[in-house]
């Protein structure tokens, strides 16, 4: 059992073994929860960059690397043309 005190301003360290052992940091958050056995905390860990996949719609599908290259070249080109030509 890990024991911790609670400081005059209400803060709380958490000891580094429960830090180690769940992976936390400066910056991640914890949540107290309230029982009736008493209270428990529970790490929230910030959502890694695969945990987000698929949580943004996506309305066009990627048309490659090949395609996206042509279509910027054009897009490219029309832009200098603009540029270049006299009023």
Same mark, same amino acid.
């Given at each position: 059992?890990?024991?911790?005190?609670? %400081?005059?301003?209400?803060?709380? %360290?958490?000891?580094?073994?429960?830090?180690?052992?769940?992976? =936390?940091?400066?910056?991640?958050?914890?949540?107290?929860?309230?029982?009736?056995k008493?209270?428990?905390?529970?790490? =929230?860990?910030?959502?890694? =960059?695969?945990d987000?996949?698929?949580?943004?719609?996506?309305?066009?599908?990627?048309?490659?690397?090949?395609?996206?290259?042509?279509?910027?070249?054009k897009?490219?080109?029309?832009?200098? =043309?603009?540029? %270049?030509?006299?009023?």
């Amino acid at each position: 059992m890990v024991r911790a005190r609670i %400081t005059s301003k209400g803060q709380l %360290t958490i000891p580094i073994e429960i830090r180690e052992r769940y992976g =936390l940091g400066a910056g991640d958050e914890v949540e107290f929860v309230a029982e009736e056995k008493g209270p428990y905390m529970v790490p =929230l860990k910030r959502p890694g =960059l695969m945990d987000l996949y698929g949580s943004v719609r996506v309305e066009k599908t990627w048309p490659g690397l090949a395609e996206a290259r042509r279509i910027a070249g054009k897009r490219r080109a029309e832009e200098l =043309l603009r540029r %270049t030509k006299r009023p």
